[in-house]
């Protein structure tokens, strides 16, 4: 049976857009951009390939006409990207979009921060994956010391922007950070969001055994003795919220390989070069920067893009096993966005 308007073949309307807007990235994280092959010889993307700002607005105004409300920037690294506050500015101006957002591993948010608030950002979440200082610079591949990330987040508080910090958790990598960095971002009012290690793309050596779920770092918190649920505060939520039972503090989870939650998965990826992808965990994508070059309309625009989607079907975490994650080659996360 054909879907409905605007929706996939799973009933799912699509509401948030997530663009990257660069896949270049100044950390080397073991699990996203492994220097092993992300070398400093490793050949980016060249700026003609890249979607201009106009481009990426001329899209988002398109995706907001189907649904969209939300869009998140990423990357890479999308503070590498020159004169970002002016595409936050393009994008804001977009009617029906209520919220924009950026993922960031922080380095360069201090210096920008004034500016990106200006240009209407209001909030970012910072990916902080350890507090202890060899530990953290082991994993983001480049020495950076947490400090350094943790002042560009109170910079970027104190200015008004709303911060919250992502963690990817791996037994035996920083599994051991659990504990001590709830109890550091508790203390500061910030939300920690505790992200399963996923076996997006295929560069990061991801086993299963490697793992922390969801459950086990909630009973590592305390479980229900100090944490009690939060409602989802828009349809389509993929973390699950709690709030400290002594305070207004709260942690989060976003658990894709233990409580899969494609049924209610509402995301659609630009990619920098100008690739729809329907799925985080995609092998390949719809090639929209090529209709937009080559003088199509905006209703033949929103026919391509309504099209993929109403013919969508993914369900790639519902669907996992080790030997699916293993065989299936996968588009990379430095290249579609977290």
Same mark, same amino acid.
């Given at each position: 049976?054909?879907? !409905?308007?605007?929706?996939?073949?799973?009933? *799912?309307?699509?509401?948030?857009?997530?663009?990257?807007?660069?896949?270049?990235?100044?950390?080397?994280?073991?699990?996203?951009?492994?220097?092993?092959?992300?070398?400093?010889?490793?050949?980016?993307?060249?700026? =003609?390939?890249? #979607?201009?700002?106009?481009?990426?607005?001329?899209?988002?105004?398109?995706?907001?006409?189907?649904?969209?409300?939300?869009?998140?920037?990423?990357?890479? &690294?999308?503070?590498?990207?020159?004169?970002?506050?002016?595409?936050?500015?393009?994008?804001?101006?977009?009617?029906?979009?209520?919220?924009?957002? #950026?993922?960031? !591993?922080?380095?360069?948010?201090?210096?920008?921060? =004034?500016?990106?608030?200006?240009?209407?950002?209001?909030?970012? %979440?910072?990916?902080?994956?350890?507090?202890?200082?060899?530990?953290? @610079?082991?994993?983001? @591949?480049?020495?950076?010391?947490? /400090?350094?990330?943790?002042?560009?987040?109170?910079?970027?508080?104190?200015? @008004?922007?709303?911060?919250?910090? %992502?963690?990817?958790?791996?037994?035996?990598?920083?599994?051991?950070?659990?504990?001590?960095?709830?109890?550091?971002?508790?203390?500061?009012?910030?939300?920690? $969001?505790?992200?399963?290690?996923?076996?997006?793309? !295929?560069?990061? @050596?991801?086993?299963?055994?490697?793992?922390?779920?969801?459950?086990?770092?909630?009973? *590592?918190?305390?479980?229900?003795?100090?944490?009690?649920?939060?409602?989802?505060?828009?349809?389509?939520?993929?973390?699950?919220?709690?709030?400290?039972?002594?305070?207004?503090?709260?942690?989060?989870?976003?658990?894709?390989?233990?409580?899969?939650? $494609? /049924? /209610?998965?509402?995301?659609?990826?630009? /990619?920098?070069?100008?690739?729809?992808?329907?799925?985080?965990?995609?092998?390949?994508?719809?090639?929209?920067?090529?209709? #937009?070059?080559?003088?199509?309309?905006? &209703?033949?625009?929103?026919?391509?893009? *309504?099209?993929?989607?109403?013919?969508?079907?993914?369900?790639?975490?519902?669907?996992?096993? &080790?030997?699916?994650?293993?065989?299936?080659?996968?588009?990379?996360?430095?290249?579609?966005?977290?």
């Amino acid at each position: 049976m054909a879907a !409905n308007p605007h929706l996939d073949q799973l009933a *799912r309307p699509m509401r948030d857009l997530r663009i990257s807007v660069t896949d270049r990235c100044n950390f080397r994280c073991t699990y996203c951009m492994p220097k092993e092959i992300f070398g400093d010889d490793y050949a980016f993307m060249p700026k =003609e390939q890249l #979607l201009s700002f106009e481009e990426i607005t001329r899209a988002a105004k398109l995706y907001a006409l189907l649904g969209v409300r939300k869009i998140r920037l990423t990357g890479g &690294e999308p503070l590498l990207r020159r004169g970002l506050t002016e595409l936050i500015r393009m994008l804001a101006a977009i009617p029906g979009i209520d919220d924009i957002g #950026l993922t960031t !591993n922080g380095l360069l948010l201090g210096g920008q921060a =004034e500016s990106l608030y200006h240009a209407g950002l209001r909030r970012v %979440n910072v990916s902080l994956d350890a507090l202890d200082p060899e530990r953290f @610079g082991l994993i983001n @591949g480049r020495g950076i010391q947490p /400090s350094v990330i943790i002042a560009n987040m109170e910079r970027a508080r104190s200015i @008004g922007i709303e911060v919250r910090v %992502n963690m990817v958790v791996q037994i035996g990598l920083n599994d051991q950070e659990i504990v001590p960095m709830a109890a550091f971002f508790k203390k500061l009012g910030i939300t920690l $969001c505790f992200i399963e290690f996923m076996d997006v793309g !295929n560069d990061n @050596g991801w086993r299963m055994q490697q793992v922390m779920t969801k459950r086990d770092i909630f009973e *590592r918190l305390g479980g229900d003795a100090e944490l009690t649920p939060v409602s989802p505060r828009y349809p389509g939520e993929v973390s699950k919220r709690y709030r400290y039972r002594d305070g207004e503090s709260e942690v989060c989870f976003i658990s894709s390989v233990s409580e899969a939650f $494609c /049924s /209610s998965c509402t995301r659609v990826r630009l /990619s920098s070069d100008g690739k729809m992808y329907s799925c985080l965990f995609a092998s390949k994508g719809f090639d929209l920067r090529s209709l #937009l070059r080559s003088g199509a309309s905006d &209703e033949q625009l929103l026919a391509a893009i *309504r099209g993929v989607w109403e013919k969508r079907e993914d369900r790639y975490s519902e669907e996992r096993t &080790e030997q699916t994650a293993m065989s299936r080659k996968k588009i990379g996360m430095s290249y579609i966005g977290g």
